[in-house]
């Protein structure tokens, strides 16, 4: 690791003395945390007179320009600009946002709607209402007003739980949304795991098998997302890593996002359940589904292989 003076003089030099190096700026901005990275843009813009995220956006483009500006944000900032760039203008991204407001944990919500409050001066909730609609708009705006974070298991409900799950979609002919949604979006974590347990001795399907024969489309999605994130949220995004690169090149935008999201949260145990699922490390994968700059910004992402 460099020293922040050293950073800074290599950033210098790349943007305005050698012009463009897209080496030197990943490595050196891919290996610093983000804290690390405000301190290098500080000193560059006290130095250089100028702000630096103005001088990436002229130095670079493309794929690794959309990584190194997401690195330039903190967790909560880019996931909020993430929100916010999904229900922008005509037509709105559910896979994104449902991929953000359903794998987030309650204390992460809460620090993505203060800072969606505070860069866009807008409520979130309000902003996901306005462009979803139906169940779904319901779903995530349940999810977006959860309280705050709890370990509590209520072993009294866990049995009520599973049965009420049970009947309002499997036992039933139509499924009762409204239910699903008030268990899933007002229990906790631990109490939903062993719900979701209880849930088999009363079900022919396991919780995930319920929902895909029970709902379709964006609800059906934004439940699966929730499920498979209450049993093991980093294989969950171990296997949307997968998903966007199985087959030749790579699915960038869902890439990149888990990558910069998740990459000073939990990455490294991400890259554990990838290799122990899918048979090969998150770092082979990704070298051999992405090239030149970009791969390397997201190796040094990745940290290793396992």
Same mark, same amino acid.
């Given at each position: 690791?460099?020293?922040?003076?050293?950073?800074?003089?290599?950033?210098?030099?790349?943007?305005?003395?050698?012009?463009?190096?897209?080496?030197?700026?990943?490595?050196?901005?891919?290996?610093?945390?983000?804290?690390?990275?405000?301190?290098?843009? /500080?000193?560059?813009?006290?130095?250089?007179?100028?702000?630096?995220?103005?001088?990436?956006?002229?130095?670079?483009?493309?794929?690794?320009?959309?990584?190194?500006?997401?690195?330039?944000?903190?967790?909560?900032?880019?996931?909020?600009?993430?929100?916010?760039?999904? *229900?922008?203008?005509?037509?709105?991204?559910?896979?994104?946002? *449902?991929?953000?407001?359903?794998?987030?944990?309650?204390?992460?919500?809460?620090?993505?709607?203060?800072?969606?409050?505070?860069? /866009?001066?807008?409520?979130?909730?309000?902003?996901?209402?306005?462009?979803?609609?139906?169940?779904?708009?319901?779903?995530?705006?349940?999810?977006?007003?959860?309280?705050?974070?709890?370990?509590? +298991?209520?072993?009294?409900?866990?049995?009520?739980?599973?049965?009420?799950? #049970?009947?309002?979609? +499997?036992? $039933?002919?139509?499924?009762? !949304?409204?239910?699903?949604?008030?268990?899933?979006?007002?229990?906790?974590?631990?109490?939903?795991?062993?719900? #979701?347990?209880?849930?088999?001795?009363?079900?022919?399907?396991?919780?995930?098998?319920?929902? $895909?024969?029970? !709902?379709?489309?964006?609800?059906?999605?934004?439940?699966?997302?929730? !499920?498979?994130?209450?049993?093991?949220?980093?294989?969950?995004?171990?296997?949307?890593?997968?998903?966007?690169?199985?087959?030749?090149?790579?699915?960038?935008?869902?890439?990149?996002?888990?990558?910069?999201?998740?990459?000073? !949260?939990?990455?490294?145990?991400?890259?554990?359940? #990838?290799?122990?699922?899918?048979?090969?490390?998150?770092?082979?994968?990704?070298?051999?589904?992405?090239?030149?700059?970009?791969?390397?910004?997201?190796?040094?992402?990745?940290?290793?292989?396992?």
């Amino acid at each position: 690791m460099f020293g922040c003076g050293l950073c800074l003089c290599q950033i210098n030099k790349t943007l305005f003395v050698l012009g463009v190096d897209e080496q030197t700026i990943t490595d050196v901005l891919t290996k610093r945390t983000y804290n690390q990275r405000r301190e290098i843009a /500080f000193a560059y813009e006290r130095r250089a007179k100028k702000d630096m995220i103005s001088a990436l956006k002229g130095a670079l483009s493309g794929s690794l320009e959309t990584v190194i500006l997401g690195l330039m944000k903190s967790t909560a900032q880019y996931d909020a600009s993430e929100i916010k760039a999904s *229900i922008k203008g005509l037509g709105t991204d559910e896979e994104s946002l *449902i991929e953000i407001v359903c794998s987030r944990s309650n204390a992460e919500l809460m620090e993505i709607k203060r800072v969606y409050k505070e860069l /866009f001066k807008k409520d979130l909730e309000k902003d996901v209402c306005g462009d979803t609609s139906g169940d779904f708009a319901k779903l995530l705006l349940a999810l977006a007003k959860r309280a705050e974070p709890s370990s509590v +298991v209520d072993y009294q409900k866990i049995d009520e739980d599973a049965r009420a799950l #049970f009947e309002a979609g +499997v036992k $039933r002919k139509g499924t009762d !949304v409204k239910c699903w949604i008030s268990i899933m979006s007002e229990r906790s974590v631990p109490h939903l795991q062993k719900v #979701f347990e209880r849930y088999k001795s009363y079900s022919p399907y396991d919780m995930q098998e319920s929902i $895909r024969k029970e !709902v379709k489309g964006d609800l059906e999605m934004s439940f699966l997302t929730l !499920v498979q994130c209450f049993e093991n949220r980093q294989l969950y995004f171990a296997n949307r890593l997968q998903d966007a690169m199985k087959s030749k090149g790579a699915k960038e935008k869902v890439l990149t996002r888990i990558m910069v999201s998740r990459c000073e !949260v939990d990455l490294k145990k991400i890259r554990q359940e #990838f290799k122990a699922h899918h048979g090969k490390s998150l770092y082979q994968t990704i070298a051999e589904h992405t090239k030149g700059d970009y791969q390397r910004a997201l190796l040094n992402l990745c940290g290793g292989d396992d």
